[in-house]
């Protein structure tokens, strides 16, 4: 009897937690969001390199592009993974948080912005040009970013139900091309048509699309063993065994 008590008072004193799940799901959309986000606001500077070169009256130089470009190539690295161990409802899962966290963080600019300042902070300005609502830039940053990570996904999944797990460099290749070109014409023509015009406006699409595409190809071994990495560290994954796909490389 007292032990059964005793037994009854452990129970009623004993938190009771969530079991979080055995896989790395969890880290991969968090490290997922987080740079888009910094990529996001890295983006609202745009970045010259080299002098005025024209080639049979085109622009060649300068490079345009924004401050983006540092770490949003590695979004889709990541979202490659996701695609490739989780499947597009695993990816659309992370893309839409993405979707959602960005969305709230422009929100909150805006209204930070519009906050009345205290009179003795003297930034309102720098704030303003940084981290001001520019609804273009916003809006060309979502659209962009939802339209070419759901391509990039869905043709990563669409050519792995095709081979399964053969030709993942294939695959690779493939959703970046795809994602990449609707990321970045969608993003530079909502976000600066008229600003940029003509051959720079060209310039601005073509640079930031083959700078994100040699990225992902320059990383792709990395892009390699963080999958294996994944999937042999996720017990959910269908062929959690020894991972041998894509030897080819």
Do not use: H
Not at 129 to 142: D, E, N, Q, T
Not at 167 to 192: K, Y
Not at 242 to 249: A, Q
């Amino acid at each position: 009897m007292r032990s059964e008590r005793r037994a009854k008072i452990l129970r009623v004193s004993t938190p009771t937690f969530a079991q979080r799940t055995a896989g790395p799901y969890d880290l991969i959309v968090a490290a997922f969001v987080g740079l888009l986000l910094i990529s996001n606001v890295a983006a609202v500077k745009l970045i010259q390199f080299g002098p005025d070169v024209e080639v049979l009256g085109f622009p060649v130089l300068p490079i345009i592009t924004d401050g983006g470009f540092i770490l949003f190539p590695l979004t889709y690295v990541i979202g490659d993974v996701l695609a490739e161990v989780y499947g597009l409802r695993g990816a659309r899962r992370a893309i839409v948080m993405g979707f959602v966290m960005a969305s709230i963080a422009s929100l909150t600019f805006l209204l930070v912005g519009i906050a009345p300042a205290a009179a003795d902070w003297p930034n309102q300005t720098a704030y303003d040009a940084i981290l001001g609502f520019v609804p273009r830039i916003v809006v060309a940053s979502l659209a962009a970013y939802f339209v070419g990570q759901f391509l990039n996904a869905w043709v990563l999944v669409w050519m792995k139900t095709r081979r399964r797990d053969g030709g993942l460099w294939a695959r690779l290749l493939g959703s970046t091309l795809v994602g990449q070109a609707a990321d970045t014409t969608i993003f530079c023509l909502v976000a600066f048509y008229g600003v940029l015009t003509g051959g720079s406006m060209l310039n601005y699409i073509l640079v930031g699309f083959v700078y994100k595409v040699l990225v992902e190809l320059l990383v792709m071994p990395i892009t390699y063993r963080a999958v294996k990495f994944v999937k042999r560290r996720e017990p959910t994954y269908a062929d959690s065994a020894p991972v041998t796909d894509d030897v080819d490389v």
